[in-house]
Antibody, heavy 122, light 108 residues
Framework: QVRLVESGGDVVRPGRSLRLSCAASGLTFSRYTMHWVRQAPGKGLDWVAVIAYDENKKFYANSVKGRFTISRDNSKNTVYLQMNSLGPEDTAVYYC???????????????WGKGTSVTVAS | SYVLTQPPSLSVAPGQTARVTCGGNNVGGKVVHWYQQRPGQAPVLVVFDDNDRPAGISERFSGSNSGNTAILTISRAEAGDEADYYCQVWDSSSDHPVFGGGTKLTVL
């Protein structure tokens, strides 16, 4: 059974940085696309970033481009989201999710973690 | 970038059929996926590739996609189907997924 566990969420002040982690198990991690998706309180799903299975492609939402960086360590079955210059608009639950099909960037988001909460407030 | 439009809310009586719509410019030319999110829980994929179901998803869930509208159909609605439902496509012009705004389904 595929399992994703996010960690690293916290309460931080505006302008600070935070790194989220997502540990995967139950799949050949190195063959799957990984996403970060966030959800602000009471709002809908907001896609953040995607990284290809071999890290050769990374794409970001315009709202985080230049501030957030997605990366992965296939030896540790883990994907990361480095978040810099955080603002109140980044307050959300952050989910990681895996693509359904091996190697395919545009696969549906098959398995989701339970999320980790990030609050940006002074 | 590509926009998907969903009605904010939908109500259906128990045992009736709910149809959640997802509008987009020629969305029928794209592949649509649907997610269910119960309160306080992570999203769950319930329909993928327009009309396929993942293992373990009830056959009461089905999808269709044509023209400018994709539809998630929930037959014989149950109280446990109360949730937010999101449609999603891949925007190939910007290489990322796009979600609809979500529809809150109430079964009463």
């Amino acid at each position: 059974q595929v399992r994703l566990v996010e960690s690293g969420g916290d309460v931080v002040r505006p302008g600070r940085s935070l790194r989220l982690s997502c540990a995967a198990s139950g799949l050949t991690f190195s063959r799957y696309t990984m996403h970060w998706v966030r959800q602000a309180p009471g709002k809908g799903l907001d896609w953040v970033a995607v990284i290809a299975y071999d890290e050769n492609k990374k794409f970001y939402a315009n709202s985080v481009k230049g501030r957030f960086t997605i990366s992965r360590d296939n030896s540790k079955n883990t994907v990361y989201l480095q978040m810099n210059s955080l603002g109140p608009e980044d307050t959300a639950v952050y989910y990681c999710a895996t693509g359904k099909y091996q190697l395919l960037l545009a696969a549906p988001l098959d398995v989701w973690g339970k999320g980790t909460s990030v609050t940006v407030a002074s | 970038s590509y926009v998907l439009t969903q009605p904010p809310s939908l109500s259906v009586a128990p045992g009736q059929t709910a149809r959640v719509t997802c509008g987009g410019n020629n969305v029928g030319g794209k592949v649509v996926h649907w997610y269910q999110q119960r309160p306080g829980q992570a999203p769950v994929l319930v329909v993928f590739d327009d009309n396929d179901r993942p293992a373990g998803i009830s056959e009461r869930f089905s999808g269709s996609n044509s023209g400018n509208t994709a539809i998630l159909t929930i037959s014989r609605a149950e109280a446990g189907d109360e949730a937010d439902y999101y449609c999603q496509v891949w925007d190939s012009s910007s290489d990322h997924p796009v979600f609809g705004g979500g529809t809150k389904l109430t079964v009463l």
